[in-house]
């Protein structure tokens, strides 16, 4: 699953954490021409405001002006992981087991590279994610994941006024 590398990550998590946040996962993105960003998913047990990313903002800006762990200019983005949470690691999938997950994988299994279904579990050494689709079961290798996402569960039961 794309994520920031290994030295980046930890740099984050060592500023973040004692703050009493979770850091759910970073993704450094240099898109070309277009301006790279630092992006920063935190979550808390509260739940996560504006202003708990603007404090976590501020603190990281300081420790990665001091730490300089990126050459150019990027924009630090912190945020929720919204109802459409990426997910990162496997066990933050299996956290969300029986909820509706998008998988793209970095190449194509059996003609496709998108799938969406039910989060059903993983094989026991962790090499394969199973999902639900209409009904089958599939198993997707875990080392070819490249992004994965909640779906957020739409609640029509309430009459539009």
Known sequence: MRQANDRLTALVR???EP?????LGVEHVSAGSAQAALRVYIDHGDGITIEDC???SRQLSGVL???DPISGQYDLEVSSPGLDRPLFTLEQI???RGSRARVRLDRKLEGRRNFEGEILGASADGAWLELSLDGASVQLPVD?????HL???LNFSQSAR
Do not use: C, K, S, W
């Open 65 to 67: 002006d001091v730490e």
């Open 151 to 153: 779906v957020p569960a």
């Open 144 to 148: 070819q994941i490249e992004r994965a």
């Open 14 to 16: 060592t500023a973040v």
């Open 54 to 56: 603007e404090t976590v």
């Open 19 to 23: 703050m009493g946040y979770e850091v």
């Open 94 to 96: 299996l956290r969300h």
